[in-house]
């Protein structure tokens, strides 16, 4: 989910279709609910997962052991290292209705907070968190 051309085209590039989100200045949540119009209707065993492009270290096989959990009887997942969680994050398609109802900057981790002992927690390495949501953001956590 993108305003930004040159993000457009370079998820283009790679085989990807970027959604236009026209009411992200409303925070997180409006971008949350495009990505799920975008994605169409789910089945009871479809699983969505939520991503951001600014965490320039995460590895393919964190996101691989997320997509291995996409299974019956997942509630939802996220890369973790030690206590810190983030994303991406998974969610199964019987939480699509809690996250249409986030509002403002609340994005889906307020969803899985609800049932903290209901995520399953795919560990990974501390830089892999790491985002550049602005250019002084430093450098990644040490592992």
Do not use: K, M
């Amino acid at each position: 989910v993108t305003n930004t051309p040159a993000i457009a085209q370079a998820a283009a590039a790679c085989g990807a279709r970027a959604v236009p989100s026209p009411h992200s200045a409303q925070g997180q949540s409006a971008s949350i609910r495009a990505g799920l119009d975008a994605a169409g209707p789910l089945a009871p065993g479809d699983f969505l997962l939520f991503a951001v492009a600014d965490q320039p270290l995460l590895r393919a096989a964190t996101v691989h052991r997320l997509l291995d959990l996409a299974v019956p009887g997942t509630w939802g997942a996220t890369a973790a290292c030690g206590g810190r969680v983030g994303s991406p994050a998974l969610f199964c398609a019987a939480l699509a209705p809690q996250l249409y109802a986030l509002g403002g900057d609340c994005g889906g981790r307020a969803v899985l907070n609800a049932r903290p002992q209901a995520v399953l927690r795919v560990a990974c390495e501390a830089e892999e968190l790491w985002d550049i949501d602005r250019p002084g953001d430093g450098t990644p956590p040490a592992g």
